[in-house]
């Protein structure tokens, strides 16, 4: 009596939960629903783990003008590929819904004030503050720090595989460390030239785990609970201890002695707080740099392996192109780092006639936008760096905002964009004018795989870095 009693109070309430959030039906009339990539509660999640499960979703599920809707997990969703689309989703709404799962790891990791995590008013607020550090003057007096650093990575290139292969991607993050840590906030990590030290390993540990809890092992108890007394979460609140009291020493010096003119980002961050009248604290300041260590550790370092990489195998290229800021963008555009943003709509948006209802995720597969033939034409999919040299007769390449997201576009674009270039061009430069690069015969395939919120090379980047002769 028992049994039967508890199958009619259960049988009714699991046929209720799979007709609300399991099913996956089409939503939106006339735009593509590929069922069959879905499964009953997960939708297409299982597909975006990878870049070939995106490619299978975004690009060939896609209709001629690049639409498809699907089910993510219990949301509604629908993903762009034109550039025009592009243009009317991302200047509709700026609000990014983050998976909340997700967002208490990053909150974790980067702190409340960090950019990132804010939304509507507190963004705009903090946005406008942090670009006031981005501008170009600010930037300019970065440029012998970086090249400082550049020629460092160099010579430990050289020393490490001169005349041999080297997988190039570690060296770049550890070259990256150095550039953020003085460019940032004056502090010399000494990656390069001692390999990890405390801090360092403090930060890749803490972001190693933001990946784990978020997407490796997402349901676990100790991964989402950092209060449970497990070795990891000790040993996360130790690692964070360290890396966080780091900035915050940093920062509260810096604003102990305002009136010192130092030409990195801390000090125009304090510049332009001041000019606001805007009150930061060293907690807010420092949730800022751990931001700026966050997005620029992996993504610049990656898309240059990737321009690394890509001159080895086009050799031809390096001696005929006149700008290696062509060079670094047609790398971003073929490897973006991150592979796919979002956003949430606050209104209703007709595309192409089709009214996608508020409330519904947009998603923009950045890497199916930077490589479609509704974008770039049929060599989509080619290395040509000349598509952004500077009077380019290509009318489908002139304007690239939106045919190329790697920095994201409109109102939440990379608010470090501009310093991410830089720092690329002025690495790329320093290593052409004193190396040359060639593909070993016996390298591994460089294959792309998704990790975390990145795209990275699984296997590394292998190049043979042969020293050029010295100019007469």
Not at 240 to 248: D, F, G, N, P, V
Not at 268 to 274: D, E, Q
Not at 396 to 415: E, K
Request: aromatic share 8%; glycine share 6%; charged share 20%.
């Amino acid at each position: 009596m028992f049994a039967e009693s508890a199958v009619a109070v259960t049988a009714p309430a699991i046929a209720y939960i799979y007709w609300r959030f399991g099913r996956n039906e089409p939503f939106l009339h006339g735009v593509p629903f590929p069922a069959s990539l879905h499964q009953p509660f997960l939708g297409v999640a299982g597909l975006l783990g990878s870049i070939n499960g995106c490619d299978r979703l975004f690009a060939d599920a896609a209709d001629a003008n690049g639409m498809v809707s699907f089910r993510l997990l219990t949301t509604n969703a629908v993903s762009v590929l034109k550039a025009d689309h592009v243009r009317q989703v991302v200047c509709a709404t700026s609000y990014r819904e983050m998976v909340p799962i997700l967002g208490n790891h990053l909150r974790k990791l980067l702190g409340d004030a960090s950019l990132l995590l804010l939304s509507r008013h507190e963004w705009k607020s903090h946005r406008r503050l942090v670009a006031k550090a981005f501008h170009w003057q600010s930037l300019a007096q970065m440029v012998p720090t970086m090249v400082e650093v550049a020629e460092a990575f160099v010579d430990v290139a050289l020393q490490t595989g001169s005349g041999a292969s080297v997988d190039v991607a570690p060296l770049l993050k550890l070259a990256a460390l150095d550039t953020i840590g003085q460019c940032a906030f004056g502090y010399d990590f000494e990656a390069l030239a001692n390999g990890k030290n405390g801090v360092t390993s403090a930060f890749e540990f803490l972001l190693n785990e933001a990946k784990r809890r978020g997407f490796d092992d997402t349901l676990h108890p100790a991964s989402v609970w950092y209060d449970l007394p497990t070795p990891a979460n000790r040993r996360y609140k130790r690692e964070a201890r360290i890396l966080r009291s780091t900035l915050e020493m940093i920062v509260v010096a810096r604003m102990s002695d305002i009136a010192t003119t130092k030409h990195d980002l801390l000090g125009s961050l304090l510049a332009a707080a001041a000019d606001e009248s805007s009150v930061v604290t060293p907690a807010t300041l420092a949730d800022n740099l751990l931001t700026f260590l966050f997005a620029g550790f992996d993504t610049v370092a990656t898309a240059l392996a990737y321009a690394m990489h890509l001159l080895s195998t086009h050799p031809d290229s390096i001696g005929r192109l006149p700008y290696v800021y062509a060079v670094m963008t047609e790398a971003l555009r073929l490897f973006p780092p991150g592979p796919g943003t979002s956003r949430t709509l606050e209104a209703d948006l007709v595309l192409d006639g089709h009214t996608i209802p508020a409330g519904t995720l947009v998603y923009l597969p950045i890497w199916e936008i930077n490589r479609s033939r509704l974008n770039w034409g049929d060599d989509a999919d080619a290395f040509r760096p000349e598509r952004h040299v500077e009077g380019a007769s290509d009318e489908i390449c002139s304007d690239r905002t939106f045919r190329m997201m790697s920095f994201s576009a409109g109102p939440r674009n990379c608010v470090g964009m501009r310093f991410a270039m830089l720092e690329a061009v002025v690495m790329l430069a320093t290593m052409l004018r004193r190396c040359w690069l060639t593909r070993p015969s016996d390298a591994p395939p460089v294959t792309p795989k998704i990790s975390g919120i990145l795209q990275v090379p699984a296997h590394g980047v292998w190049v043979r870095v042969t020293p050029l002769p010295p100019c007469a």
